[in-house]
């Protein structure tokens, strides 16, 4: 938005209390999570990072108070979840562990705090992500939903859809190599990196669809130029604060 543009009036009528995908956290009343919880999912090079801070810049701007919080960023073990996935000794049940111990540590120490203080909580990739990877690794769709059981229920979710061939010229033009993680090397899709990143993609757009249809994700376009996509985010989130449809 450019600074001689008209700043839009985000209000808030009411609030719709928060509720817990399973078990939840002992002790904490979603009555007092006052504040919301907005997700930005979508694979690396689908523009999630430069989309969450155009919206924190744009919330900021219309007086609401934000933090973000993201994948591997848990001041408890996100150095050793690190050092873990550059050794890749660990099993994929071990590995899901490690994930949820980081998303625990966050959810207790970011994410409801900052909810029950009133503010704007926006995720870079929340629990979707993380069960996505584990069930095309084969794991059990059950034990993980048992395992996120403590997870809050978002206000909104939003998943940037990207082509994988477009995902992968994205990755190289931003860092000139791609991932072990991300290509999905760990499964022997193929010896080939390229060719098993876009095996591996495409296996997880594929939980993400399946994902959307329990869930109820905003898909959005992700091949478009990053304004109109921020344009769009905004008025979906706009329509969220004020009450409204959301369309």
């Known amino acids: 938005m450019s600074r001689g543009s008209h700043r839009p009036h985000v209000i808030v009528p009411r609030r719709t209390p928060h509720r817990f995908y399973g078990h939840g956290i002992p002790g904490v009343q979603p009555e007092q999570l006052t504040g919301r919880l907005i ?30 919080v993201g994948l591997k960023r848990s001041a408890l073990v996100s150095e050793e979840l690190e050092r873990a996935q550059q050794g890749n000794i660990l099993s994929h049940t071990t590995l899901s562990l490690f994930y949820a111990t980081d998303f625990a540590d966050q959810l207790e120490n970011q994410i409801l705090p900052g909810l029950r203080a009133g503010q704007m909580v926006l995720a870079d990739r929340y629990i979707y992500t993380l069960m996505a990877r584990d069930l095309v690794r084969g794991m059990d ?31 190289f033009a931003k860092y000139a190599a791609l991932d072990y993680w991300e290509s999905g090397m760990d499964l022997g899709l193929s010896r080939d990196m390229f060719d098993s990143f876009l095996k591996y993609q495409s296996l997880m757009a594929a939980q993400f669809q399946r994902l959307q249809k329990i869930y109820g994700f905003h898909v959005i376009d992700g091949h478009r130029p990053i304004d109109v996509i921020n344009r769009e985010l905004r008025r979906k989130i706009t329509a969220l604060l004020a009450g409204k449809p959301i369309r």
């Not at 919206?55 to 973000?68: A, K, M, R, Y």
Request: aromatic share 8%; net charge negative; glycine share 8%.
């Open 141 to 171: 769709e059950a034990w993980l939903r048992n395992l996120y059981g403590m997870a809050v229920v978002p206000d909104i979710v939003f998943y940037l859809q990207v082509a994988p061939e477009e995902l992968v010229q994205r990755t």
């Open 39 to 68: 997700v930005i999912e979508g694979a690396d090079g689908s523009g999630r990072s430069t989309q969450i801070r155009l919206l924190v810049d744009w919330l900021e701007s219309c007086g609401h108070s934000t933090i973000t």
